[in-house]
């Protein structure tokens, strides 16, 4: 089992930015990456960032170069660091870890831009 807590989202006006923190606990060796996904009102859940166990990572077209996905494996922390943030960003930003068998989820922390 794998436990995932996202912190940081609140609100931010265009062009400001946010980091999103995720502490990660349980079968971390099992992790094979470890990501974020977000949920905007009326939409579906989209990948937006991860990070694999060998360090490489992907980004959707819309956040390349506005948004970094890192971790600090002391901590066991997977972070998303925002910037110039625009009002379509605006959404519930989910933490996820992929593992062998299935994926696992955190409850989400909501992000919103506007001013």
């Known amino acids: 089992q794998v436990q995932l807590v996202e912190s940081g989202g609140g609100l931010v006006q265009p062009g400001g930015s946010l980091k999103l923190s995720c502490v990660v606990s349980?079968?971390?060796?099992?992790?094979?990456?470890l990501g974020w996904y977000r949920q905007a009102p009326g939409q579906a859940r989209e990948v937006v960032t991860f990070?694999?166990?060998?360090?490489?990572?992907h980004y959707i077209d819309s956040v390349k170069g506005r948004f970094t996905i890192s971790r600090d494996n002391a901590k066991n922390t997977v972070y998303l660091q925002m910037n110039n943030l625009k009002p379509e960003d605006t959404a519930v930003y989910y933490c996820n870890a992929e593992t062998s068998t299935k994926y696992y989820w955190g409850k989400g922390t909501l992000v919103t831009v506007s001013s």
């Open positions: 349980g079968s971390i060796t099992s992790i094979y990456s």
């Open positions: 990070i694999t166990s060998g360090g490489s990572t």
